[in-house]
């Protein structure tokens, strides 16, 4: 039987609370429009930095990625869902190639953010190491499209700092905005053609037949089908087998479809809704 809740929590050690006031570094956020509960994860810092592009607020995206969070972190994490939801093989020298130009674009953020106002030429190299990084995203294909929109979001915020400040024409931004959507546009279909696409379109069933003696019309049977890796198969009892069967290969285009969308396609597909909203208002 179960431990009760209350009593397992009794036996666990206590964590330290520490005292702070509301404007804390050591707090995450004192926002009370935040939910009680947050995951924080790759889809919503996607959101954020899309929230703050719709707000003009480049230093939050800077702040949000390189003190309070690990863009390292997230960006592994994006490129990892992406590839575990596809099942698609990427290769290591260019991951290891773009962490090292986040872990350098990481030092460079962090002295622009700790004197912007006397660190301006920083937001150059910033932007340059950035544009580095959505190159080697790039070669990843699909499977890098997630951390793709991340650092585009990024990117952006740095361009409309730029634009703001007079710097670059906001042209530039409109211009760079098209360019990245109209990528993440182009491979985001990939997402379900090595998932949905690969699952087989018909079955191969078979069914036993009723012994002689047998009184009931049900028949045993069983189906199977590939969804491009592996082999799934249902047997069970059924007066009709042919529905039954098509109903488990329907069942499975629909979970697998509900996967993908929350997953990926998604968080980036609201994205880039709000990116063309951008450029509506440039």
């Known amino acids: 039987m179960l431990e009760p809740l209350d009593e397992k929590v009794a036996k666990m050690p206590k964590p330290e609370i520490n ?5 804390s570094p050591l707090a995450f956020s004192s926002d009370e429009t935040l939910p009680l509960a947050l995951t924080i994860n790759w889809q919503w810092v996607l959101a954020k930095i ?3 592009l719709v707000e003009k607020d480049s230093t939050l995206v800077l702040k949000l990625l390189f003190s309070d969070l690990d863009y390292v972190q997230f ?20 991951l290891r190639t773009t962490q090292i130009h986040i872990h350098s674009l990481q030092e460079l953020a962090k002295e622009y953010l700790a004197r912007p106002l006397l660190n301006q030429r920083r937001l150059n190299d910033i932007i340059d190491k950035c544009n580095l990084i959505i190159l080697q995203l790039k070669n990843l294909g699909v499977v890098g499209v997630a951390a793709f929109m991340l650092a585009s979001g990024l990117h952006l915020a740095l361009l409309q700092e730029q634009a703001t400040s007079g710097t670059i024409e906001w042209g530039n931004l409109k211009k760079q905005v098209i360019e990245h959507s109209e990528y993440a546009e182009s491979i985001t279909p990939e997402l379900f053609s090595l998932t949905v696409g690969l699952i087989d379109k018909s079955c191969q069933c078979i069914q036993w037949k009723a012994a002689p003696e047998a009184t009931v019309s049900t028949t045993q049977y069983e189906c199977r089908y590939c969804d491009g890796k592996d082999i799934h198969l249902f047997r069970a009892t059924s007066a009709h087998a042919e529905n039954e069967c098509s109903k488990h290969r329907l069942q499975r285009f629909q979970t697998m479809t509900n996967i993908v969308n929350h997953t990926a ?3 980036v597909r609201t994205a880039l809704k709000q990116w063309h909203n951008i450029t509506a208002i440039i």
């Open 75 to 94: 960006n592994h994490n994006a490129i990892e869902d992406v590839r575990s939801l596809v099942r698609q093989s990427v290769d290591e020298n260019t």
């Open 50 to 52: 899309t929230e703050a």
């Open 265 to 267: 396609a998604q968080p």
């Open 19 to 23: 005292e702070v006031s509301s404007n």
